[in-house]
């Protein structure tokens, strides 16, 4: 399980759609394979995680449709952009993993991807996708959370 006692480095991509359309029930931190012209494209920010998504596949995980740009520098040996990526993860984890992914409607979403300590690191979650409902009540809840900060913040004002 992703432990959080080590600060994020540098954040490179978030999916921020995945806390709106999924409930996440457990967080993995894995490390990916990736090659040089790709960690370099990393390094400038050059990522989306936008349509991304994980797979457990023959006892191994896989990242696919994440898209890393170009690097300029790496012409001659370009990587493919949207290809599937194998995802590093211990095989206890992976069988987790496979058995909450076999529950009925949930599914294995990439959360964010970052440097840790120098690697690439992505935060998966497992998730079970939301009811329109669920949506709405939770869009309710951040907009009555965002008037009653924004009200405080006026009372201050108002205050001083």
Sequence with gaps: MAGSQDPIEKLIARNRAAGFHYEIAERYEAGIVLR?????????GRAHLTDAYAAIERGEAWLRQMHIAPFFA???????????RKLLLHAREIRQIERAVS???YTLIPLALYFRG???????????????????????????????AEAIAARLRRGR
């Design 36 to 44: 040089g012209s790709e960690v370099k494209s990393l390094r400038e």
């Design 74 to 84: 790496a012409r001659a040996f370009p990587h493919v952009e949207r290809g599937a």
């Design 103 to 105: 529950r009925e409607g």
């Design 118 to 148: 120098g690697y690439v690191k992505v935060e998966l979650g497992v998730g079970r996708g939301r009811k329109v409902h669920d949506k709405r009540a939770l869009l309710a809840e951040r907009d009555a959370q965002r008037e009653a």
